[in-house]
């Protein structure tokens, strides 16, 4: 089950309509940024700012956590509509896009725009023994 997510009290508050959150999922940390539709930063979290560190900071709980508080300063600034932009093979990458489902936001649109090479670099030639 998941909880509705509450804003931040004693923040500047600025009215914005449509909001846009970025998920960079690589395999040590997930970074989380919050932007309105102009691509002005509002705020941002990643996992090792949200206090985990070493191995804990790959993990999906910390990518949700993140997540979390990332769309939180969304919701303080009034946004009822997100788009989420998805980025990276990590194992925070599903667990953030639910946090921020789950947040009471209504999404737009989520995009996935992980690189994929197309027959990528040339591999090192053979070890000779």
Do not use: Y
Not at 80 to 92: H, L, N, S
């Amino acid at each position: 089950m998941m909880r509705k997510i509450g804003g931040l009290r004693g923040s500047k508050r600025r009215r914005i309509s449509k909001g846009v959150t970025h998920t960079r999922a690589s395999f040590n940390n997930t970074i989380v940024t919050a932007a309105d539709a102009r691509g002005q930063v509002v705020s941002w979290f990643s996992a090792g700012a949200c206090g985990f560190g070493g191995a804990r900071k790959s993990t999906a709980f910390a990518a949700q956590t993140a997540a979390e508080n990332a769309i939180r300063t969304l919701i303080d600034q009034g946004v009822k509509r997100a788009e989420v932009v998805i980025t990276g093979p990590g194992p925070g990458r599903d667990t953030a896009l639910r946090a921020i489902c789950g947040s009471g936001v209504v999404l737009g649109l989520v995009r996935d725009i992980t690189p994929m090479p197309h027959n990528g670099c040339r591999p090192p030639k053979r070890r000779c023994i």
